[in-house]
Protein backbone atom coordinates (compact mmCIF):
# COMPACT_ATOMS: atom_id res chain seq x y z
CA UNK A 1 0.00 0.00 0.00
CA UNK A 2 1.17 3.77 -0.70
CA UNK A 3 1.11 6.21 1.99
CA UNK A 4 -1.58 8.74 1.78
CA UNK A 5 -1.13 11.16 -1.21
CA UNK A 6 -3.36 13.74 -2.06
CA UNK A 7 -3.62 15.96 -5.46
CA UNK A 8 -5.64 18.10 -7.42
CA UNK A 9 -6.16 20.30 -10.11
CA UNK A 10 -7.68 23.50 -11.06
CA UNK A 11 -7.54 24.84 -15.37
CA UNK A 12 -5.93 28.37 -15.30
CA UNK A 13 -8.81 31.02 -14.93
CA UNK A 14 -6.32 33.87 -14.34
CA UNK A 15 -7.19 35.59 -11.21
CA UNK A 16 -8.78 34.16 -8.34
CA UNK A 17 -11.82 35.21 -6.26
CA UNK A 18 -12.61 34.68 -2.19
CA UNK A 19 -14.92 31.88 -3.65
CA UNK A 20 -12.12 30.02 -4.62
CA UNK A 21 -10.36 30.84 -1.75
CA UNK A 22 -12.55 29.77 1.06
CA UNK A 23 -14.00 26.60 -1.51
CA UNK A 24 -10.54 25.46 -2.84
CA UNK A 25 -7.64 26.54 -1.22
CA UNK A 26 -7.84 27.16 2.56
CA UNK A 27 -8.76 24.07 2.15
CA UNK A 28 -5.15 23.26 0.22
CA UNK A 29 -3.50 24.68 2.74
CA UNK A 30 -4.97 22.78 5.27
CA UNK A 31 -3.81 19.15 3.12
CA UNK A 32 -0.33 20.41 2.34
CA UNK A 33 0.56 20.29 6.08
CA UNK A 34 -0.77 16.81 7.11
CA UNK A 35 -0.12 14.79 3.66
CA UNK A 36 2.22 14.66 0.37
CA UNK A 37 0.15 17.03 -1.94
CA UNK A 38 0.40 17.82 -5.75
CA UNK A 39 -0.98 20.69 -6.89
CA UNK A 40 -1.06 21.46 -10.91
CA UNK A 41 -2.17 23.68 -13.18
CA UNK A 42 -4.89 21.63 -15.93
CA UNK A 43 -3.78 23.59 -18.88
CA UNK A 44 -4.83 20.55 -21.09
CA UNK A 45 -8.25 20.63 -19.55
CA UNK A 46 -8.53 24.16 -20.46
CA UNK A 47 -8.04 23.46 -24.10
CA UNK A 48 -10.33 20.88 -24.18
CA UNK A 49 -13.43 23.90 -24.24
CA UNK A 50 -10.40 26.62 -25.23
CA UNK A 51 -9.28 25.01 -28.32
CA UNK A 52 -10.50 27.91 -30.61
CA UNK A 53 -8.69 30.63 -28.39
CA UNK A 54 -5.57 29.34 -26.20
CA UNK A 55 -3.74 32.13 -26.03
CA UNK A 56 -5.07 33.44 -23.04
CA UNK A 57 -4.28 30.46 -21.04
CA UNK A 58 -0.45 30.84 -20.49
CA UNK A 59 -0.77 34.37 -18.77
CA UNK A 60 -4.17 32.56 -16.68
CA UNK A 61 -1.64 29.93 -15.50
CA UNK A 62 1.18 32.43 -14.14
CA UNK A 63 -1.64 34.28 -12.61
CA UNK A 64 -3.30 31.90 -10.88
CA UNK A 65 -0.04 30.15 -9.68
CA UNK A 66 1.05 33.20 -8.39
CA UNK A 67 -2.72 33.16 -6.86
CA UNK A 68 -1.99 30.02 -5.22
CA UNK A 69 1.16 30.99 -3.59
CA UNK A 70 -0.34 34.46 -2.35
CA UNK A 71 -3.03 32.71 -0.78
CA UNK A 72 -0.39 30.18 1.23
CA UNK A 73 -0.06 27.43 -0.96
CA UNK A 74 3.46 26.43 0.25
CA UNK A 75 6.04 25.34 -2.27
CA UNK A 76 8.32 23.61 0.40
CA UNK A 77 5.11 21.38 1.28
CA UNK A 78 3.60 20.85 -1.52
CA UNK A 79 4.80 20.21 -5.31
CA UNK A 80 2.88 22.31 -8.19
CA UNK A 81 3.05 21.96 -11.45
CA UNK A 82 1.66 22.31 -14.61
CA UNK A 83 0.37 19.31 -16.30
CA UNK A 84 1.42 20.48 -19.90
CA UNK A 85 4.77 20.08 -18.71
CA UNK A 86 5.06 16.33 -17.31
CA UNK A 87 4.55 15.05 -20.76
CA UNK A 88 3.69 11.56 -18.93
CA UNK A 89 -0.09 12.55 -19.01
CA UNK A 90 -0.38 12.44 -22.23
CA UNK A 91 1.47 9.19 -22.74
CA UNK A 92 -0.57 7.47 -19.72
CA UNK A 93 -3.82 9.17 -21.16
CA UNK A 94 -3.40 7.44 -24.38
CA UNK A 95 -2.68 4.24 -23.31
CA UNK A 96 -5.81 4.69 -21.05
CA UNK A 97 -7.67 5.11 -24.43
CA UNK A 98 -6.88 1.63 -25.41
CA UNK A 99 -9.25 0.23 -23.06
CA UNK A 100 -11.89 2.89 -22.23
CA UNK A 101 -15.12 2.07 -23.08
CA UNK A 102 -16.65 4.46 -25.25
CA UNK A 103 -19.85 3.94 -23.34
CA UNK A 104 -18.56 4.90 -20.04
CA UNK A 105 -17.15 8.04 -21.40
CA UNK A 106 -20.57 8.78 -22.93
CA UNK A 107 -22.36 8.40 -19.66
CA UNK A 108 -20.43 10.18 -17.31
CA UNK A 109 -22.82 13.35 -16.19
CA UNK A 110 -20.53 16.49 -17.26
CA UNK A 111 -20.49 15.29 -20.85
CA UNK A 112 -23.87 15.65 -21.94
CA UNK A 113 -24.34 18.55 -19.32
CA UNK A 114 -21.55 21.03 -20.19
CA UNK A 115 -22.46 20.17 -24.08
CA UNK A 116 -25.48 21.91 -23.25
CA UNK A 117 -24.80 24.79 -20.90
CA UNK A 118 -22.31 25.52 -22.87
CA UNK A 119 -24.37 26.45 -26.28
CA UNK A 120 -22.01 28.72 -28.18
CA UNK A 121 -18.95 26.20 -28.53
CA UNK A 122 -18.88 23.41 -30.31
CA UNK A 123 -17.95 20.39 -27.62
CA UNK A 124 -18.53 17.42 -29.92
CA UNK A 125 -14.50 16.37 -30.10
CA UNK A 126 -12.90 13.58 -29.08
CA UNK A 127 -10.84 15.47 -26.63
CA UNK A 128 -13.85 17.11 -24.52
CA UNK A 129 -15.30 13.41 -24.64
CA UNK A 130 -12.33 12.40 -23.45
CA UNK A 131 -11.81 14.89 -20.76
CA UNK A 132 -12.53 12.06 -17.56
CA UNK A 133 -10.07 10.14 -18.66
CA UNK A 134 -7.25 12.96 -19.49
CA UNK A 135 -8.10 13.44 -15.59
CA UNK A 136 -8.41 9.64 -14.67
CA UNK A 137 -4.73 9.83 -16.09
CA UNK A 138 -3.79 12.91 -13.88
CA UNK A 139 -5.05 11.05 -10.81
CA UNK A 140 -3.41 7.22 -11.60
CA UNK A 141 0.20 8.53 -12.82
CA UNK A 142 0.88 9.70 -9.24
CA UNK A 143 -1.29 6.86 -7.17
CA UNK A 144 -3.04 8.95 -5.50
CA UNK A 145 -5.54 7.91 -3.38
CA UNK A 146 -6.69 10.77 -1.68
CA UNK A 147 -8.18 13.50 -4.15
CA UNK A 148 -10.12 16.66 -3.20
CA UNK A 149 -12.80 17.63 -5.73
CA UNK A 150 -16.15 19.26 -5.24
CA UNK A 151 -19.50 17.57 -5.45
CA UNK A 152 -19.35 18.23 -9.21
CA UNK A 153 -16.40 16.19 -10.18
CA UNK A 154 -17.08 13.10 -7.94
CA UNK A 155 -18.59 11.03 -10.84
CA UNK A 156 -14.87 11.58 -12.45
CA UNK A 157 -13.00 10.12 -9.76
CA UNK A 158 -15.77 7.29 -9.58
CA UNK A 159 -14.94 7.16 -13.06
CA UNK A 160 -11.26 6.91 -11.88
CA UNK A 161 -11.15 4.24 -10.13
CA UNK A 162 -13.39 2.11 -12.52
CA UNK A 163 -10.65 2.50 -15.38
CA UNK A 164 -7.64 1.45 -12.43
CA UNK A 165 -9.89 -1.37 -11.71
CA UNK A 166 -10.05 -2.75 -15.56
CA UNK A 167 -6.55 -1.97 -15.97
CA UNK A 168 -5.75 -3.87 -12.98
CA UNK A 169 -7.68 -6.55 -14.28
CA UNK A 170 -6.44 -6.44 -17.76
CA UNK A 171 -2.41 -5.86 -17.30
CA UNK A 172 -1.91 -6.97 -13.58
CA UNK A 173 -2.17 -10.68 -14.53
CA UNK A 174 1.15 -11.51 -15.70
CA UNK A 175 2.62 -14.62 -16.88
CA UNK A 176 4.16 -16.82 -14.14
CA UNK A 177 1.69 -14.22 -11.65
CA UNK A 178 1.07 -17.51 -8.80
CA UNK A 179 4.74 -18.53 -8.80
CA UNK A 180 5.68 -14.90 -8.30
CA UNK A 181 3.50 -14.79 -5.41
CA UNK A 182 4.63 -17.38 -4.03
CA UNK A 183 8.39 -16.33 -4.21
CA UNK A 184 6.93 -12.16 -2.74
CA UNK A 185 5.52 -14.57 -0.06
CA UNK A 186 8.87 -16.07 1.12
CA UNK A 187 10.51 -13.26 1.18
CA UNK A 188 8.18 -11.96 3.93
CA UNK A 189 9.29 -13.93 6.24
CA UNK A 190 8.50 -17.13 7.65
CA UNK A 191 6.52 -15.70 10.55
CA UNK A 192 4.56 -13.10 8.47
CA UNK A 193 4.35 -15.29 5.44
CA UNK A 194 2.30 -17.26 7.54
CA UNK A 195 0.08 -14.58 8.83
CA UNK A 196 -0.71 -13.14 5.47
CA UNK A 197 -1.66 -16.87 4.12
CA UNK A 198 -4.27 -17.42 6.99
CA UNK A 199 -5.40 -14.02 6.18
CA UNK A 200 -5.47 -14.58 2.91
CA UNK A 201 -7.62 -17.44 3.55
CA UNK A 202 -10.02 -16.35 6.15
CA UNK A 203 -10.75 -13.37 3.35
CA UNK A 204 -11.08 -15.60 0.39
CA UNK A 205 -12.85 -18.51 2.08
CA UNK A 206 -14.77 -16.49 4.63
CA UNK A 207 -14.86 -12.69 3.04
CA UNK A 208 -13.36 -11.89 6.84
CA UNK A 209 -12.68 -7.97 5.88
CA UNK A 210 -11.06 -7.33 9.73
CA UNK A 211 -8.55 -9.82 7.97
CA UNK A 212 -8.12 -8.16 4.78
CA UNK A 213 -7.30 -4.76 6.45
CA UNK A 214 -4.70 -6.91 9.02
CA UNK A 215 -3.15 -8.06 5.48
CA UNK A 216 -3.11 -5.07 3.66
CA UNK A 217 -1.76 -3.32 7.01
CA UNK A 218 0.92 -6.32 7.27
CA UNK A 219 2.03 -5.36 3.43
CA UNK A 220 2.46 -1.86 4.02
CA UNK A 221 4.72 -2.49 6.68
CA UNK A 222 7.06 -5.21 5.45
CA UNK A 223 10.16 -3.75 4.77
CA UNK A 224 11.62 -6.34 2.74
CA UNK A 225 9.01 -6.20 0.01
CA UNK A 226 9.84 -4.15 -3.05
CA UNK A 227 7.35 -2.31 -4.73
CA UNK A 228 6.48 -4.75 -7.31
CA UNK A 229 5.94 -7.57 -4.64
CA UNK A 230 3.92 -5.39 -2.80
CA UNK A 231 1.43 -4.92 -5.66
CA UNK A 232 1.67 -8.63 -6.58
CA UNK A 233 0.55 -9.86 -2.92
CA UNK A 234 -1.83 -6.95 -2.84
CA UNK A 235 -3.76 -7.81 -5.38
CA UNK A 236 -2.97 -11.59 -4.51
CA UNK A 237 -4.93 -10.99 -1.34
CA UNK A 238 -8.21 -10.41 -3.07
CA UNK A 239 -7.51 -12.18 -6.01
CA UNK A 240 -6.68 -9.94 -8.80
CA UNK A 241 -3.95 -9.26 -10.52
CA UNK A 242 -1.44 -6.74 -9.26
CA UNK A 243 -2.58 -3.27 -8.45
CA UNK A 244 -0.52 -1.37 -10.52
CA UNK A 245 -2.99 1.35 -10.88
CA UNK A 246 -4.13 2.70 -7.16
CA UNK A 247 -7.93 3.13 -7.02
CA UNK A 248 -8.48 7.00 -5.81
CA UNK A 249 -10.83 8.23 -3.73
CA UNK A 250 -13.12 11.67 -3.51
CA UNK A 251 -11.87 13.87 -0.68
CA UNK A 252 -15.10 15.80 -0.91
CA UNK A 253 -14.43 19.65 0.08
CA UNK A 254 -17.50 21.01 2.32
CA UNK A 255 -19.56 22.74 -0.45
CA UNK A 256 -18.41 26.12 -0.57
CA UNK A 257 -20.71 28.34 1.08
CA UNK A 258 -18.83 31.56 -0.15
CA UNK A 259 -21.73 33.65 -1.38
CA UNK A 260 -21.17 36.60 -4.03
CA UNK A 261 -21.93 39.97 -3.97
CA UNK A 262 -26.01 39.03 -4.57
CA UNK A 263 -26.50 36.22 -2.46
CA UNK A 264 -25.64 33.95 -5.16
CA UNK A 265 -22.79 31.37 -4.95
CA UNK A 266 -19.28 33.31 -5.73
CA UNK A 267 -18.87 32.79 -9.16
CA UNK A 268 -17.12 34.85 -12.22
CA UNK A 269 -20.35 33.87 -14.55
CA UNK A 270 -22.65 35.57 -12.03
CA UNK A 271 -20.16 38.54 -12.29
CA UNK A 272 -20.38 39.15 -8.31
CA UNK A 273 -16.73 38.13 -7.19
CA UNK A 274 -14.47 39.71 -5.10
CA UNK A 275 -10.94 38.60 -6.72
CA UNK A 276 -7.94 38.09 -4.06
CA UNK A 277 -6.24 41.26 -6.33
CA UNK A 278 -9.21 43.79 -5.30
CA UNK A 279 -7.36 46.81 -3.96
CA UNK A 280 -8.84 47.72 -0.57
CA UNK A 281 -11.48 51.01 -1.72
CA UNK A 282 -12.63 48.27 -3.95
CA UNK A 283 -13.90 46.47 -1.73
CA UNK A 284 -15.27 49.08 0.41
CA UNK A 285 -17.44 50.15 -2.72
CA UNK A 286 -18.04 46.92 -3.73
CA UNK A 287 -19.57 45.76 -0.09
CA UNK A 288 -21.19 49.21 0.14
CA UNK A 289 -23.22 48.95 -2.70
CA UNK A 290 -24.46 45.15 -2.56
CA UNK A 291 -28.02 44.99 -2.64
CA UNK A 292 -29.50 44.05 0.98
CA UNK A 293 -32.74 43.22 2.17
CA UNK A 294 -35.37 44.54 -0.31
CA UNK A 295 -37.91 45.49 2.56
CA UNK A 296 -35.84 47.82 3.89
CA UNK A 297 -36.64 50.87 1.78
CA UNK A 298 -35.95 53.34 4.46
CA UNK A 299 -33.20 53.23 7.29
CA UNK A 300 -36.28 53.48 9.36
CA UNK A 301 -37.75 50.24 8.47
CA UNK A 302 -36.62 47.66 10.00
CA UNK A 303 -35.08 44.40 8.17
CA UNK A 304 -34.98 40.64 7.99
CA UNK A 305 -31.63 39.39 7.73
CA UNK A 306 -32.25 36.07 6.53
CA UNK A 307 -33.48 38.18 3.25
CA UNK A 308 -29.98 40.32 3.06
CA UNK A 309 -26.67 38.90 0.77
CA UNK A 310 -24.92 40.81 3.64
CA UNK A 311 -26.31 38.80 6.46
CA UNK A 312 -24.64 35.32 4.11
CA UNK A 313 -21.24 37.17 4.07
CA UNK A 314 -21.50 37.50 8.05
CA UNK A 315 -21.62 34.42 8.78
CA UNK A 316 -18.38 33.83 6.68
CA UNK A 317 -16.50 36.62 8.36
CA UNK A 318 -18.47 37.62 11.67
CA UNK A 319 -18.16 36.42 14.98
CA UNK A 320 -21.31 35.81 17.31
CA UNK A 321 -21.13 39.39 19.05
CA UNK A 322 -21.30 40.82 15.59
CA UNK A 323 -23.97 38.85 14.47
CA UNK A 324 -26.02 39.05 17.34
CA UNK A 325 -25.67 43.01 16.95
CA UNK A 326 -26.80 42.70 13.43
CA UNK A 327 -29.71 40.67 13.87
CA UNK A 328 -31.04 43.14 16.73
CA UNK A 329 -29.81 46.38 15.09
CA UNK A 330 -31.49 45.19 11.50
CA UNK A 331 -34.73 43.77 13.07
CA UNK A 332 -35.74 46.97 15.13
CA UNK A 333 -33.79 49.37 12.79
CA UNK A 334 -31.34 50.48 15.01
CA UNK A 335 -28.45 50.32 12.12
CA UNK A 336 -28.47 51.16 8.60
CA UNK A 337 -27.15 49.00 6.34
CA UNK A 338 -24.33 50.81 5.90
CA UNK A 339 -22.62 50.52 9.51
CA UNK A 340 -24.08 46.90 9.27
CA UNK A 341 -21.48 46.22 6.11
CA UNK A 342 -18.57 47.77 7.92
CA UNK A 343 -17.35 44.76 9.92
CA UNK A 344 -17.59 42.65 6.47
CA UNK A 345 -15.31 44.88 4.42
CA UNK A 346 -12.69 45.26 7.51
CA UNK A 347 -12.47 41.55 7.87
CA UNK A 348 -12.26 41.24 3.93
CA UNK A 349 -9.56 43.59 3.78
CA UNK A 350 -7.37 41.93 6.65
CA UNK A 351 -8.18 39.04 4.95
CA UNK A 352 -6.63 40.01 1.90
CA UNK A 353 -4.04 42.39 3.33
CA UNK A 354 -1.36 39.73 3.56
CA UNK A 355 -1.83 37.60 0.28
CA UNK A 356 -2.02 40.99 -1.83
CA UNK A 357 1.53 41.72 -0.28
CA UNK A 358 2.64 37.99 -0.84
CA UNK A 359 1.60 38.57 -4.50
CA UNK A 360 3.25 41.78 -5.16
CA UNK A 361 6.23 39.89 -4.03
CA UNK A 362 5.53 37.26 -6.25
CA UNK A 363 4.78 39.42 -9.07
CA UNK A 364 7.75 41.76 -9.13
CA UNK A 365 10.18 38.08 -9.04
CA UNK A 366 8.82 36.20 -11.95
CA UNK A 367 12.04 33.89 -12.08
CA UNK A 368 11.24 32.77 -8.51
CA UNK A 369 7.71 31.77 -9.55
CA UNK A 370 9.05 29.60 -12.86
CA UNK A 371 11.79 28.00 -10.35
CA UNK A 372 9.12 26.99 -8.63
CA UNK A 373 6.75 25.49 -11.12
CA UNK A 374 10.09 24.49 -12.82
CA UNK A 375 11.02 22.40 -9.57
CA UNK A 376 7.75 20.78 -8.91
CA UNK A 377 7.68 19.45 -12.34
CA UNK A 378 10.73 17.61 -11.78
CA UNK A 379 9.53 16.28 -9.23
CA UNK A 380 6.20 15.10 -9.99
CA UNK A 381 7.63 13.77 -13.92
CA UNK A 382 10.20 11.58 -11.53
CA UNK A 383 7.15 10.06 -10.02
CA UNK A 384 5.00 9.98 -13.34
CA UNK A 385 8.17 7.93 -14.56
CA UNK A 386 8.14 5.33 -12.42
CA UNK A 387 4.23 4.67 -12.84
CA UNK A 388 4.79 4.55 -16.41
CA UNK A 389 7.90 2.16 -16.36
CA UNK A 390 5.56 -0.43 -14.81
CA UNK A 391 2.40 0.53 -17.23
CA UNK A 392 4.62 -0.13 -19.88
CA UNK A 393 6.18 -3.13 -18.57
CA UNK A 394 2.53 -4.74 -18.10
CA UNK A 395 0.93 -4.03 -20.91
CA UNK A 396 3.81 -5.45 -23.20
CA UNK A 397 5.81 -1.94 -24.23
CA UNK A 398 9.43 -3.33 -22.38
CA UNK A 399 11.91 -2.87 -25.38
CA UNK A 400 14.76 -3.37 -23.57
N1 LIG B 1 -11.66 18.72 -13.73
C1 LIG B 1 -11.19 19.50 -12.62
C2 LIG B 1 -12.06 20.77 -12.51
O1 LIG B 1 -12.67 21.17 -13.48
C3 LIG B 1 -9.75 19.89 -12.76
C4 LIG B 1 -8.88 18.68 -12.78
C5 LIG B 1 -8.20 18.18 -13.84
C6 LIG B 1 -8.61 17.83 -11.67
N2 LIG B 1 -7.50 17.06 -13.47
C7 LIG B 1 -7.75 16.84 -12.15
C8 LIG B 1 -9.03 17.83 -10.33
C9 LIG B 1 -7.28 15.80 -11.32
C10 LIG B 1 -8.57 16.80 -9.51
C11 LIG B 1 -7.72 15.80 -10.00
O2 LIG B 1 -12.11 21.34 -11.46
FE1 LIG C 1 -28.88 43.47 5.51
FE2 LIG C 1 -27.50 44.45 7.55
FE3 LIG C 1 -29.13 46.03 6.13
FE4 LIG C 1 -30.13 44.19 7.73
S1 LIG C 1 -28.93 45.93 8.35
S2 LIG C 1 -30.76 44.61 5.63
S3 LIG C 1 -28.63 42.54 7.50
S4 LIG C 1 -27.29 45.02 5.41
Known amino acids: MHPDRVLSGMRPTGSLHLGHYHGVLKNWIALQRQYECLFFVADWHALTTHYDNPLGIEAATWQMVIDWLAAGVDPDKATLFIQSRVMEHAELHLLLSMMTPLGWLERVPTYKDQQEKLTDKDLSTYGFLGYPLLQAADILIYRANRVPVGEDQVPHIEFAREIARRFNNL?????????????????????????????????????????LAAARALLAEAGSLGQADRERLMGFLEGTGKQILTEPGALLTAASKMPGLDGQKMSKSYNNTIALGEDPEAVGKKVRTMPTDP?????TDPGNPDNCPV??????????????????????AGIGCLECKQPVIDAM????????????AYAADPAR???VIEQGCDKARELARQTMAEVRESMGLHYS
Open 349 to 360: QAELAPMQERAR
Open 311 to 332: WQLHQVYSGDEVKTWVRQGCTT
Open 295 to 299: ARVRR
Open 171 to 211: YGKEPGYEDKARAAIKKLGGKAGKQYEAMRTAYQQAGDSEA
Open 369 to 371: VRR
